[in-house]
């Protein structure tokens, strides 16, 4: 959270985070392509390996003012591979709330969770609270064949207790529903720690 | 009006940062172990660089990766009519950090 005074805005962060290929890319450039542009800025992309690392700032007019303050969304997504490590850490620096895009196809459960264990190492070593931090859960890519249904992949990732949504990013279905409750939450957390 | 600091205090990487985010539009000097680097801001946005022989975005690359040090930070006293660049400092971070990501892969 950066509260930007000059300005009356309240800067806060989401990070899409998850293995290589599971739709982090995907439910950003949804987002940014069916939010106007008056709300939303420039869509920066930096290539990496198999796949792009996006940021663009996002403007939530509908959620109101928090202490007086527009709140004003900075979405990122990190580079999935097991060695960004350093660029996943310093995208993680500063965030408010994460997003994790959860591959459904069965062959990537090992992914998913490995990846669920590397974020949760990187936001304790940040220095955050696992139990109230926000995090949202996303099982992308329900349309694809060969899924584990989302019971099982609640029991491998042992995520319980963490909204959860069923998604298929390269549709749209779910990608703004995910959005909002990852808005909520940290919207949410902020007003607890400043109350 | 100026203010100074070690990077012992601040990285780098924290000062461009905290300067972007609020928007200033200053210049940082600062010197490090037999290296030197300028880097200007403007409104917020990167608009030029060196470090050493490096110019430009590969200054900023250059300089993030520094450790110890000290800076200055002066306001900008005029803007340049042609600026080298004009990056937010997110592309830049990211740019640098995938960098330093595949180099270590070699």
Known sequence: MFINWGLGELNLKIVYYGPALSGKTTNLQYIHARTPPHMRGRLISLKTQQERTLLFDFLQLEMGKVHNLKPKFKLYTVPGQVYYAASRKLILQGTDGVVFVVDSQAGRLADNQESWYTMEQHLVELGHDLSTFPIIVQYNKRDMPHVLSVSELKRQLAVDGRPQFEAAAARGAGVFDTLKAAMNAVIGQVKTAIR | ?106
């Open chain 2, 1 to 106: 009006m100026s203010f100074y600091g070690s990077f012992a205090l601040v990285t780098p990487a924290g000062l461009l940062q905290l300067l972007c985010q609020e928007q200033r539009s200053v210049v940082i000097t600062a010197r490090g172990d037999k290296s030197q680097a300028c880097i200007l801001l403007c409104e917020g946005l990167i608009i030029g660089g060196s470090c050493d022989a490096f110019q430009g975005p590969e200054a900023i690359y250059r300089f993030v990766t520094w450790r110890d040090g000290v800076f200055r930070v002066d306001p900008l006293a005029e803007q340049p009519t042609e600026s080298e660049m004009a990056a937010p400092v997110e592309e830049l971070l990211l740019e640098a950090a995938r960098r330093r990501d595949e180099f270590a892969l070699m």
